[in-house]
C-alpha cells in the first residue's frame, strides 16, 4: 500500500513539471554591423573587387589581392554584357606579381547606355609555382 502512494505521489509530481505553465519569449537576433561576413581562405588574406560605370558610359575596376605563404598573385577581371539573354565577354584585365599583393584597376574602358553590364574577377594564389587557392566573385549587375 506505501508503495502504491509512493508511485502515485511521484507521477503527480512528475505530471505538475510538465503540466506547468512556461513562459516562451521569441527573440530576433540582428547581426552585429561591426562585423563582416566572408569566406575563411586558406592563402588569401583580402580579396576586394569594386566596379561601377558613370554618366559617360567609362567603367571604372579595381581588384585587391593580398595573401600569404606564397610568392605570386593574379587577378583576372571580365566585363560582362547581357545580349539575348546571355551573358557575354565583352573585356579582359589581367596582373601577375610575384609577390604577396596583386592590384589591378582599369578605366579607359567605355560601354553603351541601355545595357547591362556585370564585373566577373577572379583571384589566384601559387607556392612553389603550383595554384594553392582561388576565388571568384560577381559584382552586381549595372544598368546604363
Do not use: H
Request: net charge negative; aromatic share 12%.
Amino acid at each position: 500500500m506505501k508503495k502504491t502512494r509512493r508511485i502515485i505521489a511521484l507521477f503527480l509530481v512528475l505530471m505538475a513539471f510538465t503540466l506547468a505553465p512556461m513562459k516562451a519569449e521569441a527573440q530576433v537576433l540582428m547581426p552585429d554591423p561591426e562585423i563582416i561576413i566572408q569566406p575563411m581562405y586558406t592563402n588569401i588574406n583580402n580579396f576586394i573587387s569594386s566596379f561601377d560605370i558613370d554618366d559617360d558610359g567609362r567603367v571604372y575596376i579595381y581588384i585587391i589581392v593580398s595573401a600569404r605563404n606564397c610568392d605570386k598573385v593574379r587577378i583576372t577581371a571580365y566585363v560582362d554584357k547581357y545580349i539575348d539573354g546571355v551573358w557575354t565577354q565583352i573585356g579582359v584585365w589581367s596582373r601577375l606579381e610575384e609577390d604577396t599583393f596583386c592590384s589591378l584597376s582599369a578605366s579607359q574602358f567605355f560601354v553603351s547606355s541601355d545595357e547591362q553590364y556585370r564585373l566577373r574577377s577572379y583571384a589566384y594564389v601559387y607556392s612553389g609555382g603550383k595554384l594553392v587557392e582561388s576565388d571568384m566573385m560577381t559584382s552586381r549587375i549595372i544598368s546604363t
